[in-house]
């Protein structure tokens, strides 16, 4: 009987302890999952702050990168600018340099003025006159396109009628059609064709250009295109925009008299 109670103490208090070890364990692992989860809490606001912070010099960078492309977009925008100053400064440099023509012809280069001021007479001046051989009637041009005539001369300035002036009439062919007639000034800027045949067979945008017979335009000099056909009339714009006029050449090929 002793050794029987013996043995069930003994398996009893085996049986305690592995229930104790286990209770322990479990109880370790508890403490274990609850630690770990209150790190992950306690770390997550700082993730968080972490990754805001991250983001917000992110768009630091990205507002740097937009100021710096702005900044070159106004440098480019100045540098076009300047470069089409330069265009201009360089055309009105190749205008003086082309002082002569061909054959026996003649050129004149010379500054001009008056255009914007003068628009209702539809003329201009030229800062060249008797004393540099201009004469009445030579012809006015700028990049090889008939802008007028020379109407009044004086010793070292000289008055250009436009072709844009009611006074201005000259004989014309247009470019596909080949047909002749007179361009007028319409005194606003612009020009009519007139005595022309069949005006409705031409076409928008032919090019207008000087036939000769007058015997004082020289043949072939582009004067403006076609820019409208209405009611059997014939509407011409310049070629040449006269505001931004600073050079002109003054072609003389005829035996005209000066005044």
Do not use: W
């Not at 582009?222 to 931004?244: A, H, R």
């Amino acid at each position: 009987m002793p050794a029987f109670l013996f043995f069930v103490v003994v398996t009893l208090s085996a049986a305690l302890l592995l229930e104790g070890e286990r209770v322990r364990q479990n109880l370790s692992e508890l403490v274990y999952d609850t630690s770990a989860l209150f790190l992950s809490l306690m770390e997550s606001p700082f993730s968080s702050l972490k990754a805001y912070r991250k983001n917000f010099n992110r768009h630091l960078l990205i507002q740097q990168e937009v100021q710096l492309l702005e900044s070159i977009e106004s440098q480019l925008k100045t540098s076009q600018n300047q470069i089409h100053s330069l265009e201009l400064r360089n055309r009105e440099l190749r205008d003086l340099l082309s002082l002569q023509g061909d054959g026996d012809t003649a050129f004149i280069t010379a500054p001009c003025f008056g255009q914007n001021a003068f628009l209702k007479s539809q003329s201009l001046f030229v800062k060249a006159g008797s004393k540099n051989g201009i004469q009445r009637f030579d012809i006015v041009l700028s990049e090889n396109a008939i802008i007028g005539q020379v109407d009044k001369v004086g010793g070292k300035v000289s008055r250009v009628l436009l072709v844009t002036d009611p006074q201005s009439h000259i004989p014309v062919e247009c470019e596909n059609t080949h047909r002749e007639g007179v361009l007028y000034g319409d005194g606003d800027q612009g020009m009519y064709l007139n005595f022309v045949k069949n005006p409705q067979k031409l076409q928008k945008d032919d090019l207008v250009f000087s036939s000769g017979v007058d015997g004082y335009f020289p043949r072939g000099k582009p004067i403006g295109t076609i820019s409208k056909i209405q009611n059997n009339q014939v509407y011409v714009t310049p070629l040449v925009d006269f505001k931004g006029l600073h050079y002109v050449q003054i072609q003389k090929s005829h035996g005209g008299e000066g005044e």
